[in-house]
């Protein structure tokens, strides 16, 4: 068997092996959102996040965006083309390089503080909450060094084919920010020990951030050094391999940073509306729970098909090349299509059972859900988006995403600019333009790749759509009867109930769309249930 179809059958089954490992990290995500939230309530959360909302942001565009996509596409070809020691050079160089560069960033943020916090808040009008978020931003800026460093480790793991550890990373970034968080707040906060917690205890959580990037980091080190890496640093930059990196890097930053701009902007315009500090709370409550089968599938498939791909585009657009690209977007509809109809469905009651404890209030569910419905109808694409856009890449078309990125922020940033100012509508509408400018950037990626790529399986992929859509919408009859019927007194009901009402319908609705899927013969049902049953027998 050839080596492009080996690398293409693996497909499913190393995407299942990131999203057990992502899977871990989103949870914990998850629970650290929670006692965020509970502890403290939406007011100081809202303050929080956005404190956080620039060092995440890089983050994002770092660890799964343009500084790991340029990366691991130079990065494979070296290995390709000069064999592993002229790539570890190139390792070694990315990463005295990204420390000098975002040491400096830091420290600008850091000094910038009260600026920004004005900038990215122009609503808030509480002295008291302004202050609170610029000591928490000069904390946890420092972040961005360590993600950055973090981006490259990722890189070059998952340029060697391993996807377990850099993905589990994550949870490890998650779980300092818990233990760490809650250790130094209690250490911090007289009020945190004696159970009256205060705002002083964010402080704690703050340091958290900073623990919890330094395990996402040393937890990948032993991998790295298995895979044959030696520690070091060297400041050669004058060097092709840099330039190859930095030359995909700034269109594919832009490109990459569309949505999180997208994200940025709907923080500002949020605090401009009638909710103020909640508003940036209640909208990251619902991208969190966005965030959950976006990282088990979007990003678990965009991880293992861009080291693939960049390995394919060296021999050009071949027919390999296509049917990896076209297989990522047909996992990636199949799994995330049954997870934005739940998400939907049951965006209220998902919100509730999770969040609705401690300080957390059901106006603050209600506020949640709205967006949660938003962003689940945009899951689909910008899952399908995290697999396209770095595509462009490995085929040297570096400005086509950039320029569909800008569009789409010019796009997004008018809308909220209408439904804030004009409207006066709520943080809602704010989501729902963050969706639409998901599906049009997705439209577009897809109709300029299938040009590029001299077609892109378009059939295959309409034929699976429809034959999906069949099991979507069964699965969709089921969750709307069971709903109405178990549970219909939702408030009433204890928690226990409503878990296991909750579980067992999304359970019997798992069941119908594998099922009718299968039946379809959906390539996919069949691999996804054939990995899971291998899984069992063992």
Known sequence: MSE????????????????????????????????????????????????????????????????STAFVTTFTKKIKNEGDEAAWILGRKMLALSICFMSMVALAGVALAPWLVRLMNPGWDNPESINLCIWLVRIMYPFITLVSMTALVMGMLNSKRVYFIPAVASAFFNLGCIVGGVVSAWLLDPGFREGAITEKGLTGFAIGTLIGGVLQLVIQLPALKKVGFRMGFDFGWKDQGVRDVLHLMWPSLIAAGGTQVGVTLNSIFASLTPGKEAAGAWLANAQRLQQLPLGLFGVAVATVTLPMLSRLAAEGMTPAFRGALAKGLRLVLFLTLPSAIGLSIFAKEIVSLLFEHGKFTAHDVAMTAGPLQAYAFGLVFYSAIKVLQPAFYTIGKRFIPMIVSLSIIALTASLNAVTVFVLKWDHTALAWGTALGLSINFVALYLSMRKFANGLETGALTQSLIRLMVGVGLMAAVCYGLKMYLLADWARMSFITQATGLGVIVSLAAVVYFYVTQKLRVEEAGEFISIVSKRFKR
């Open 4 to 67: 492009p179809t080996k690398d293409t059958n693996s497909q499913a089954k190393s995407t299942g092996v990131v999203s057990i490992a992502i899977l871990c990290s989103r949870v914990l995500g998850l629970v650290r959102d929670q006692l965020l939230n509970g502890l403290f309530g939406s007011h100081f959360t809202g303050i929080f996040t956005a404190a956080f909302r620039t060092p995440n942001m890089l983050r994002d565009l770092f660890a799964e965006g343009a500084l």
